[in-house]
């Protein structure tokens, strides 16, 4: 019965991880052919709950053919991560203008570090317990 769970365990652990792996290397391939420009934040989209209200920026950017496009950050936080007006360094795939990041740790690594951290404990737990009971 144990080893089920700790297989299941380590089994998770390894598909979580190479989720993350996956979403880094998509970063990383945004990063070397996506084009670099700097947005906008016009405004906020807010969320309110019981902890209070968040807010995630609404940024405007414009495409090397001076086309305008928007594009809303998944990223809410309170107080607002940037003022109305400041300018954000983002990165876009030319290829599909909906596919942006922000060019900070968490706007472009915060997939992979969630799924990260949740793989770790899974592959340590059920690792070292798989390990203890076959070695």
């Known amino acids: 019965m144990w080893i089920l769970l700790y297989g299941f365990f380590f089994a998770l652990g390894c ?6 792996y996956q979403q880094q290397q998509k970063t990383e391939l945004l990063l070397e052919k996506g084009v670099r420009t700097t947005a906008r934040v016009t ?3 807010t969320s ?16 090397r053919q ?3 496009h928007t594009y809303t950050s998944p990223i809410y936080s309170r107080p607002p991560a940037y003022d109305i007006g400041e300018k954000v360094k983002i990165v876009y795939n030319p290829k599909n203008k909906s596919q942006v990041k922000t060019i900070s740790f968490w706007g472009l690594y915060r997939g992979m570090v ?6 770790s404990p ?4 059920g690792g070292c317990y798989l390990w203890y009971m076959y070695f």
């Open 48 to 63: 309110s709950g019981k902890d209070g209200t968040t807010y995630a920026p609404i940024l405007e950017f414009q495409d």
């Open 114 to 119: 969630i799924l990260a951290m949740v793989a």
């Open 122 to 125: 899974l592959l340590i737990i």
């Open 15 to 20: 598909v979580l991880m190479y989720l993350a």
């Open 43 to 45: 405004e906020y989209l």
């Open 66 to 68: 001076k086309n305008k």
